[in-house]
């Protein structure tokens, strides 16, 4: 079946350091796998996206790494700050617009 | 320029009972998406709607239906209410051939 799921369900970090969250995926036909961080009370917000055909994208502070042979996904945040603290969730899209989300990480970030 | 919007925030309903929420796209685009999130998971696609017709479903019982109006907002409507269908309800649009979606704070539905 189709999945997306995550490693961790709580991620706690100090303000400063750098934030790892993985991401497994076992749908090999996605083509476009997305980041969204979803704060309380708000719908989920993109972060960051990538295509089947590349294994790095870089943003602001926010780094995707995509490896397709052992079907992993990783959201990497550098010196997280308190703001960065909400659940993350990454998603595949196989093409078709209809987003498949995994269960997300809560990432918390203490002083 | 607005984002997704969504109405009503809250809801409460009584099992058995019928809703409907509604959505207005982010201006510009044309295909609206709708996701239920239960509580500590992520959220499941319903459907999507593009040129006021459903063009693809997600394992959900026909007790969930939609609409999409000429101007491009849409409405989701669940019949027969189940304590199960609590859950936050999550309205997402793009413009198609663009992959971004963008979500809309959603509605958060509690059937008692």
């Known amino acids: 079946g189709e999945s997306v799921g995550l490693h961790l369900p709580t991620l706690s970090v100090q303000e400063g350091d750098n934030s790892i969250i993985n991401c497994a995926y076992s749908?090999?036909?996605?083509?476009?796998f997305i980041w969204y961080k979803q704060e309380s009370g708000k719908g989920p917000q993109f972060i960051i996206d990538?295509?089947?055909?590349?294994d790095k994208r870089q943003g602001q502070r926010v780094t995707v790494l995509l490896n397709k042979t052992v079907k992993h996904l990783s959201l990497q945040i550098a010196a997280t700050q308190p703001g960065d603290s909400a659940v993350y969730f990454c998603?595949?899209?196989?093409?078709?617009?209809?987003?498949?989300f995994g269960t997300g990480t809560r990432l918390q970030v203490f002083p | 320029d607005a984002g997704v919007t969504q109405s009503p925030t809250h809801l409460i309903k009584t099992r058995g009972q019928q809703v409907t929420l509604r959505c207005s796209p982010k201006s510009g685009h044309d295909t609206v998406s709708w996701y239920q999130q239960a509580l500590g998971q992520g959220p499941q696609f319903i459907f999507q709607?593009?040129?006021?017709?459903?063009?693809q479903r997600g394992n959900f019982p026909d007790r969930f239906s939609g609409h999409q109006f000429p101007n491009y907002s849409s409405e989701l409507n669940v019949n027969a209410l189940l304590l199960g269908d609590s859950a936050l309800y999550l309205c997402?649009?793009?413009?198609?051939?663009?992959?971004?979606?963008?979500f809309g704070p959603g509605t958060r539905l509690t059937v008692l």
């Open positions: 997402a649009s793009a413009l198609t051939g663009m992959n971004e979606q963008f």
């Open positions: 990538i295509r089947s055909n590349m």
């Open positions: 998603a595949e899209n196989k093409g078709t617009d209809k987003l498949i």
């Open positions: 709607y593009y040129e006021e017709e459903e063009r």
């Open positions: 749908n090999s036909a996605s083509d476009y």
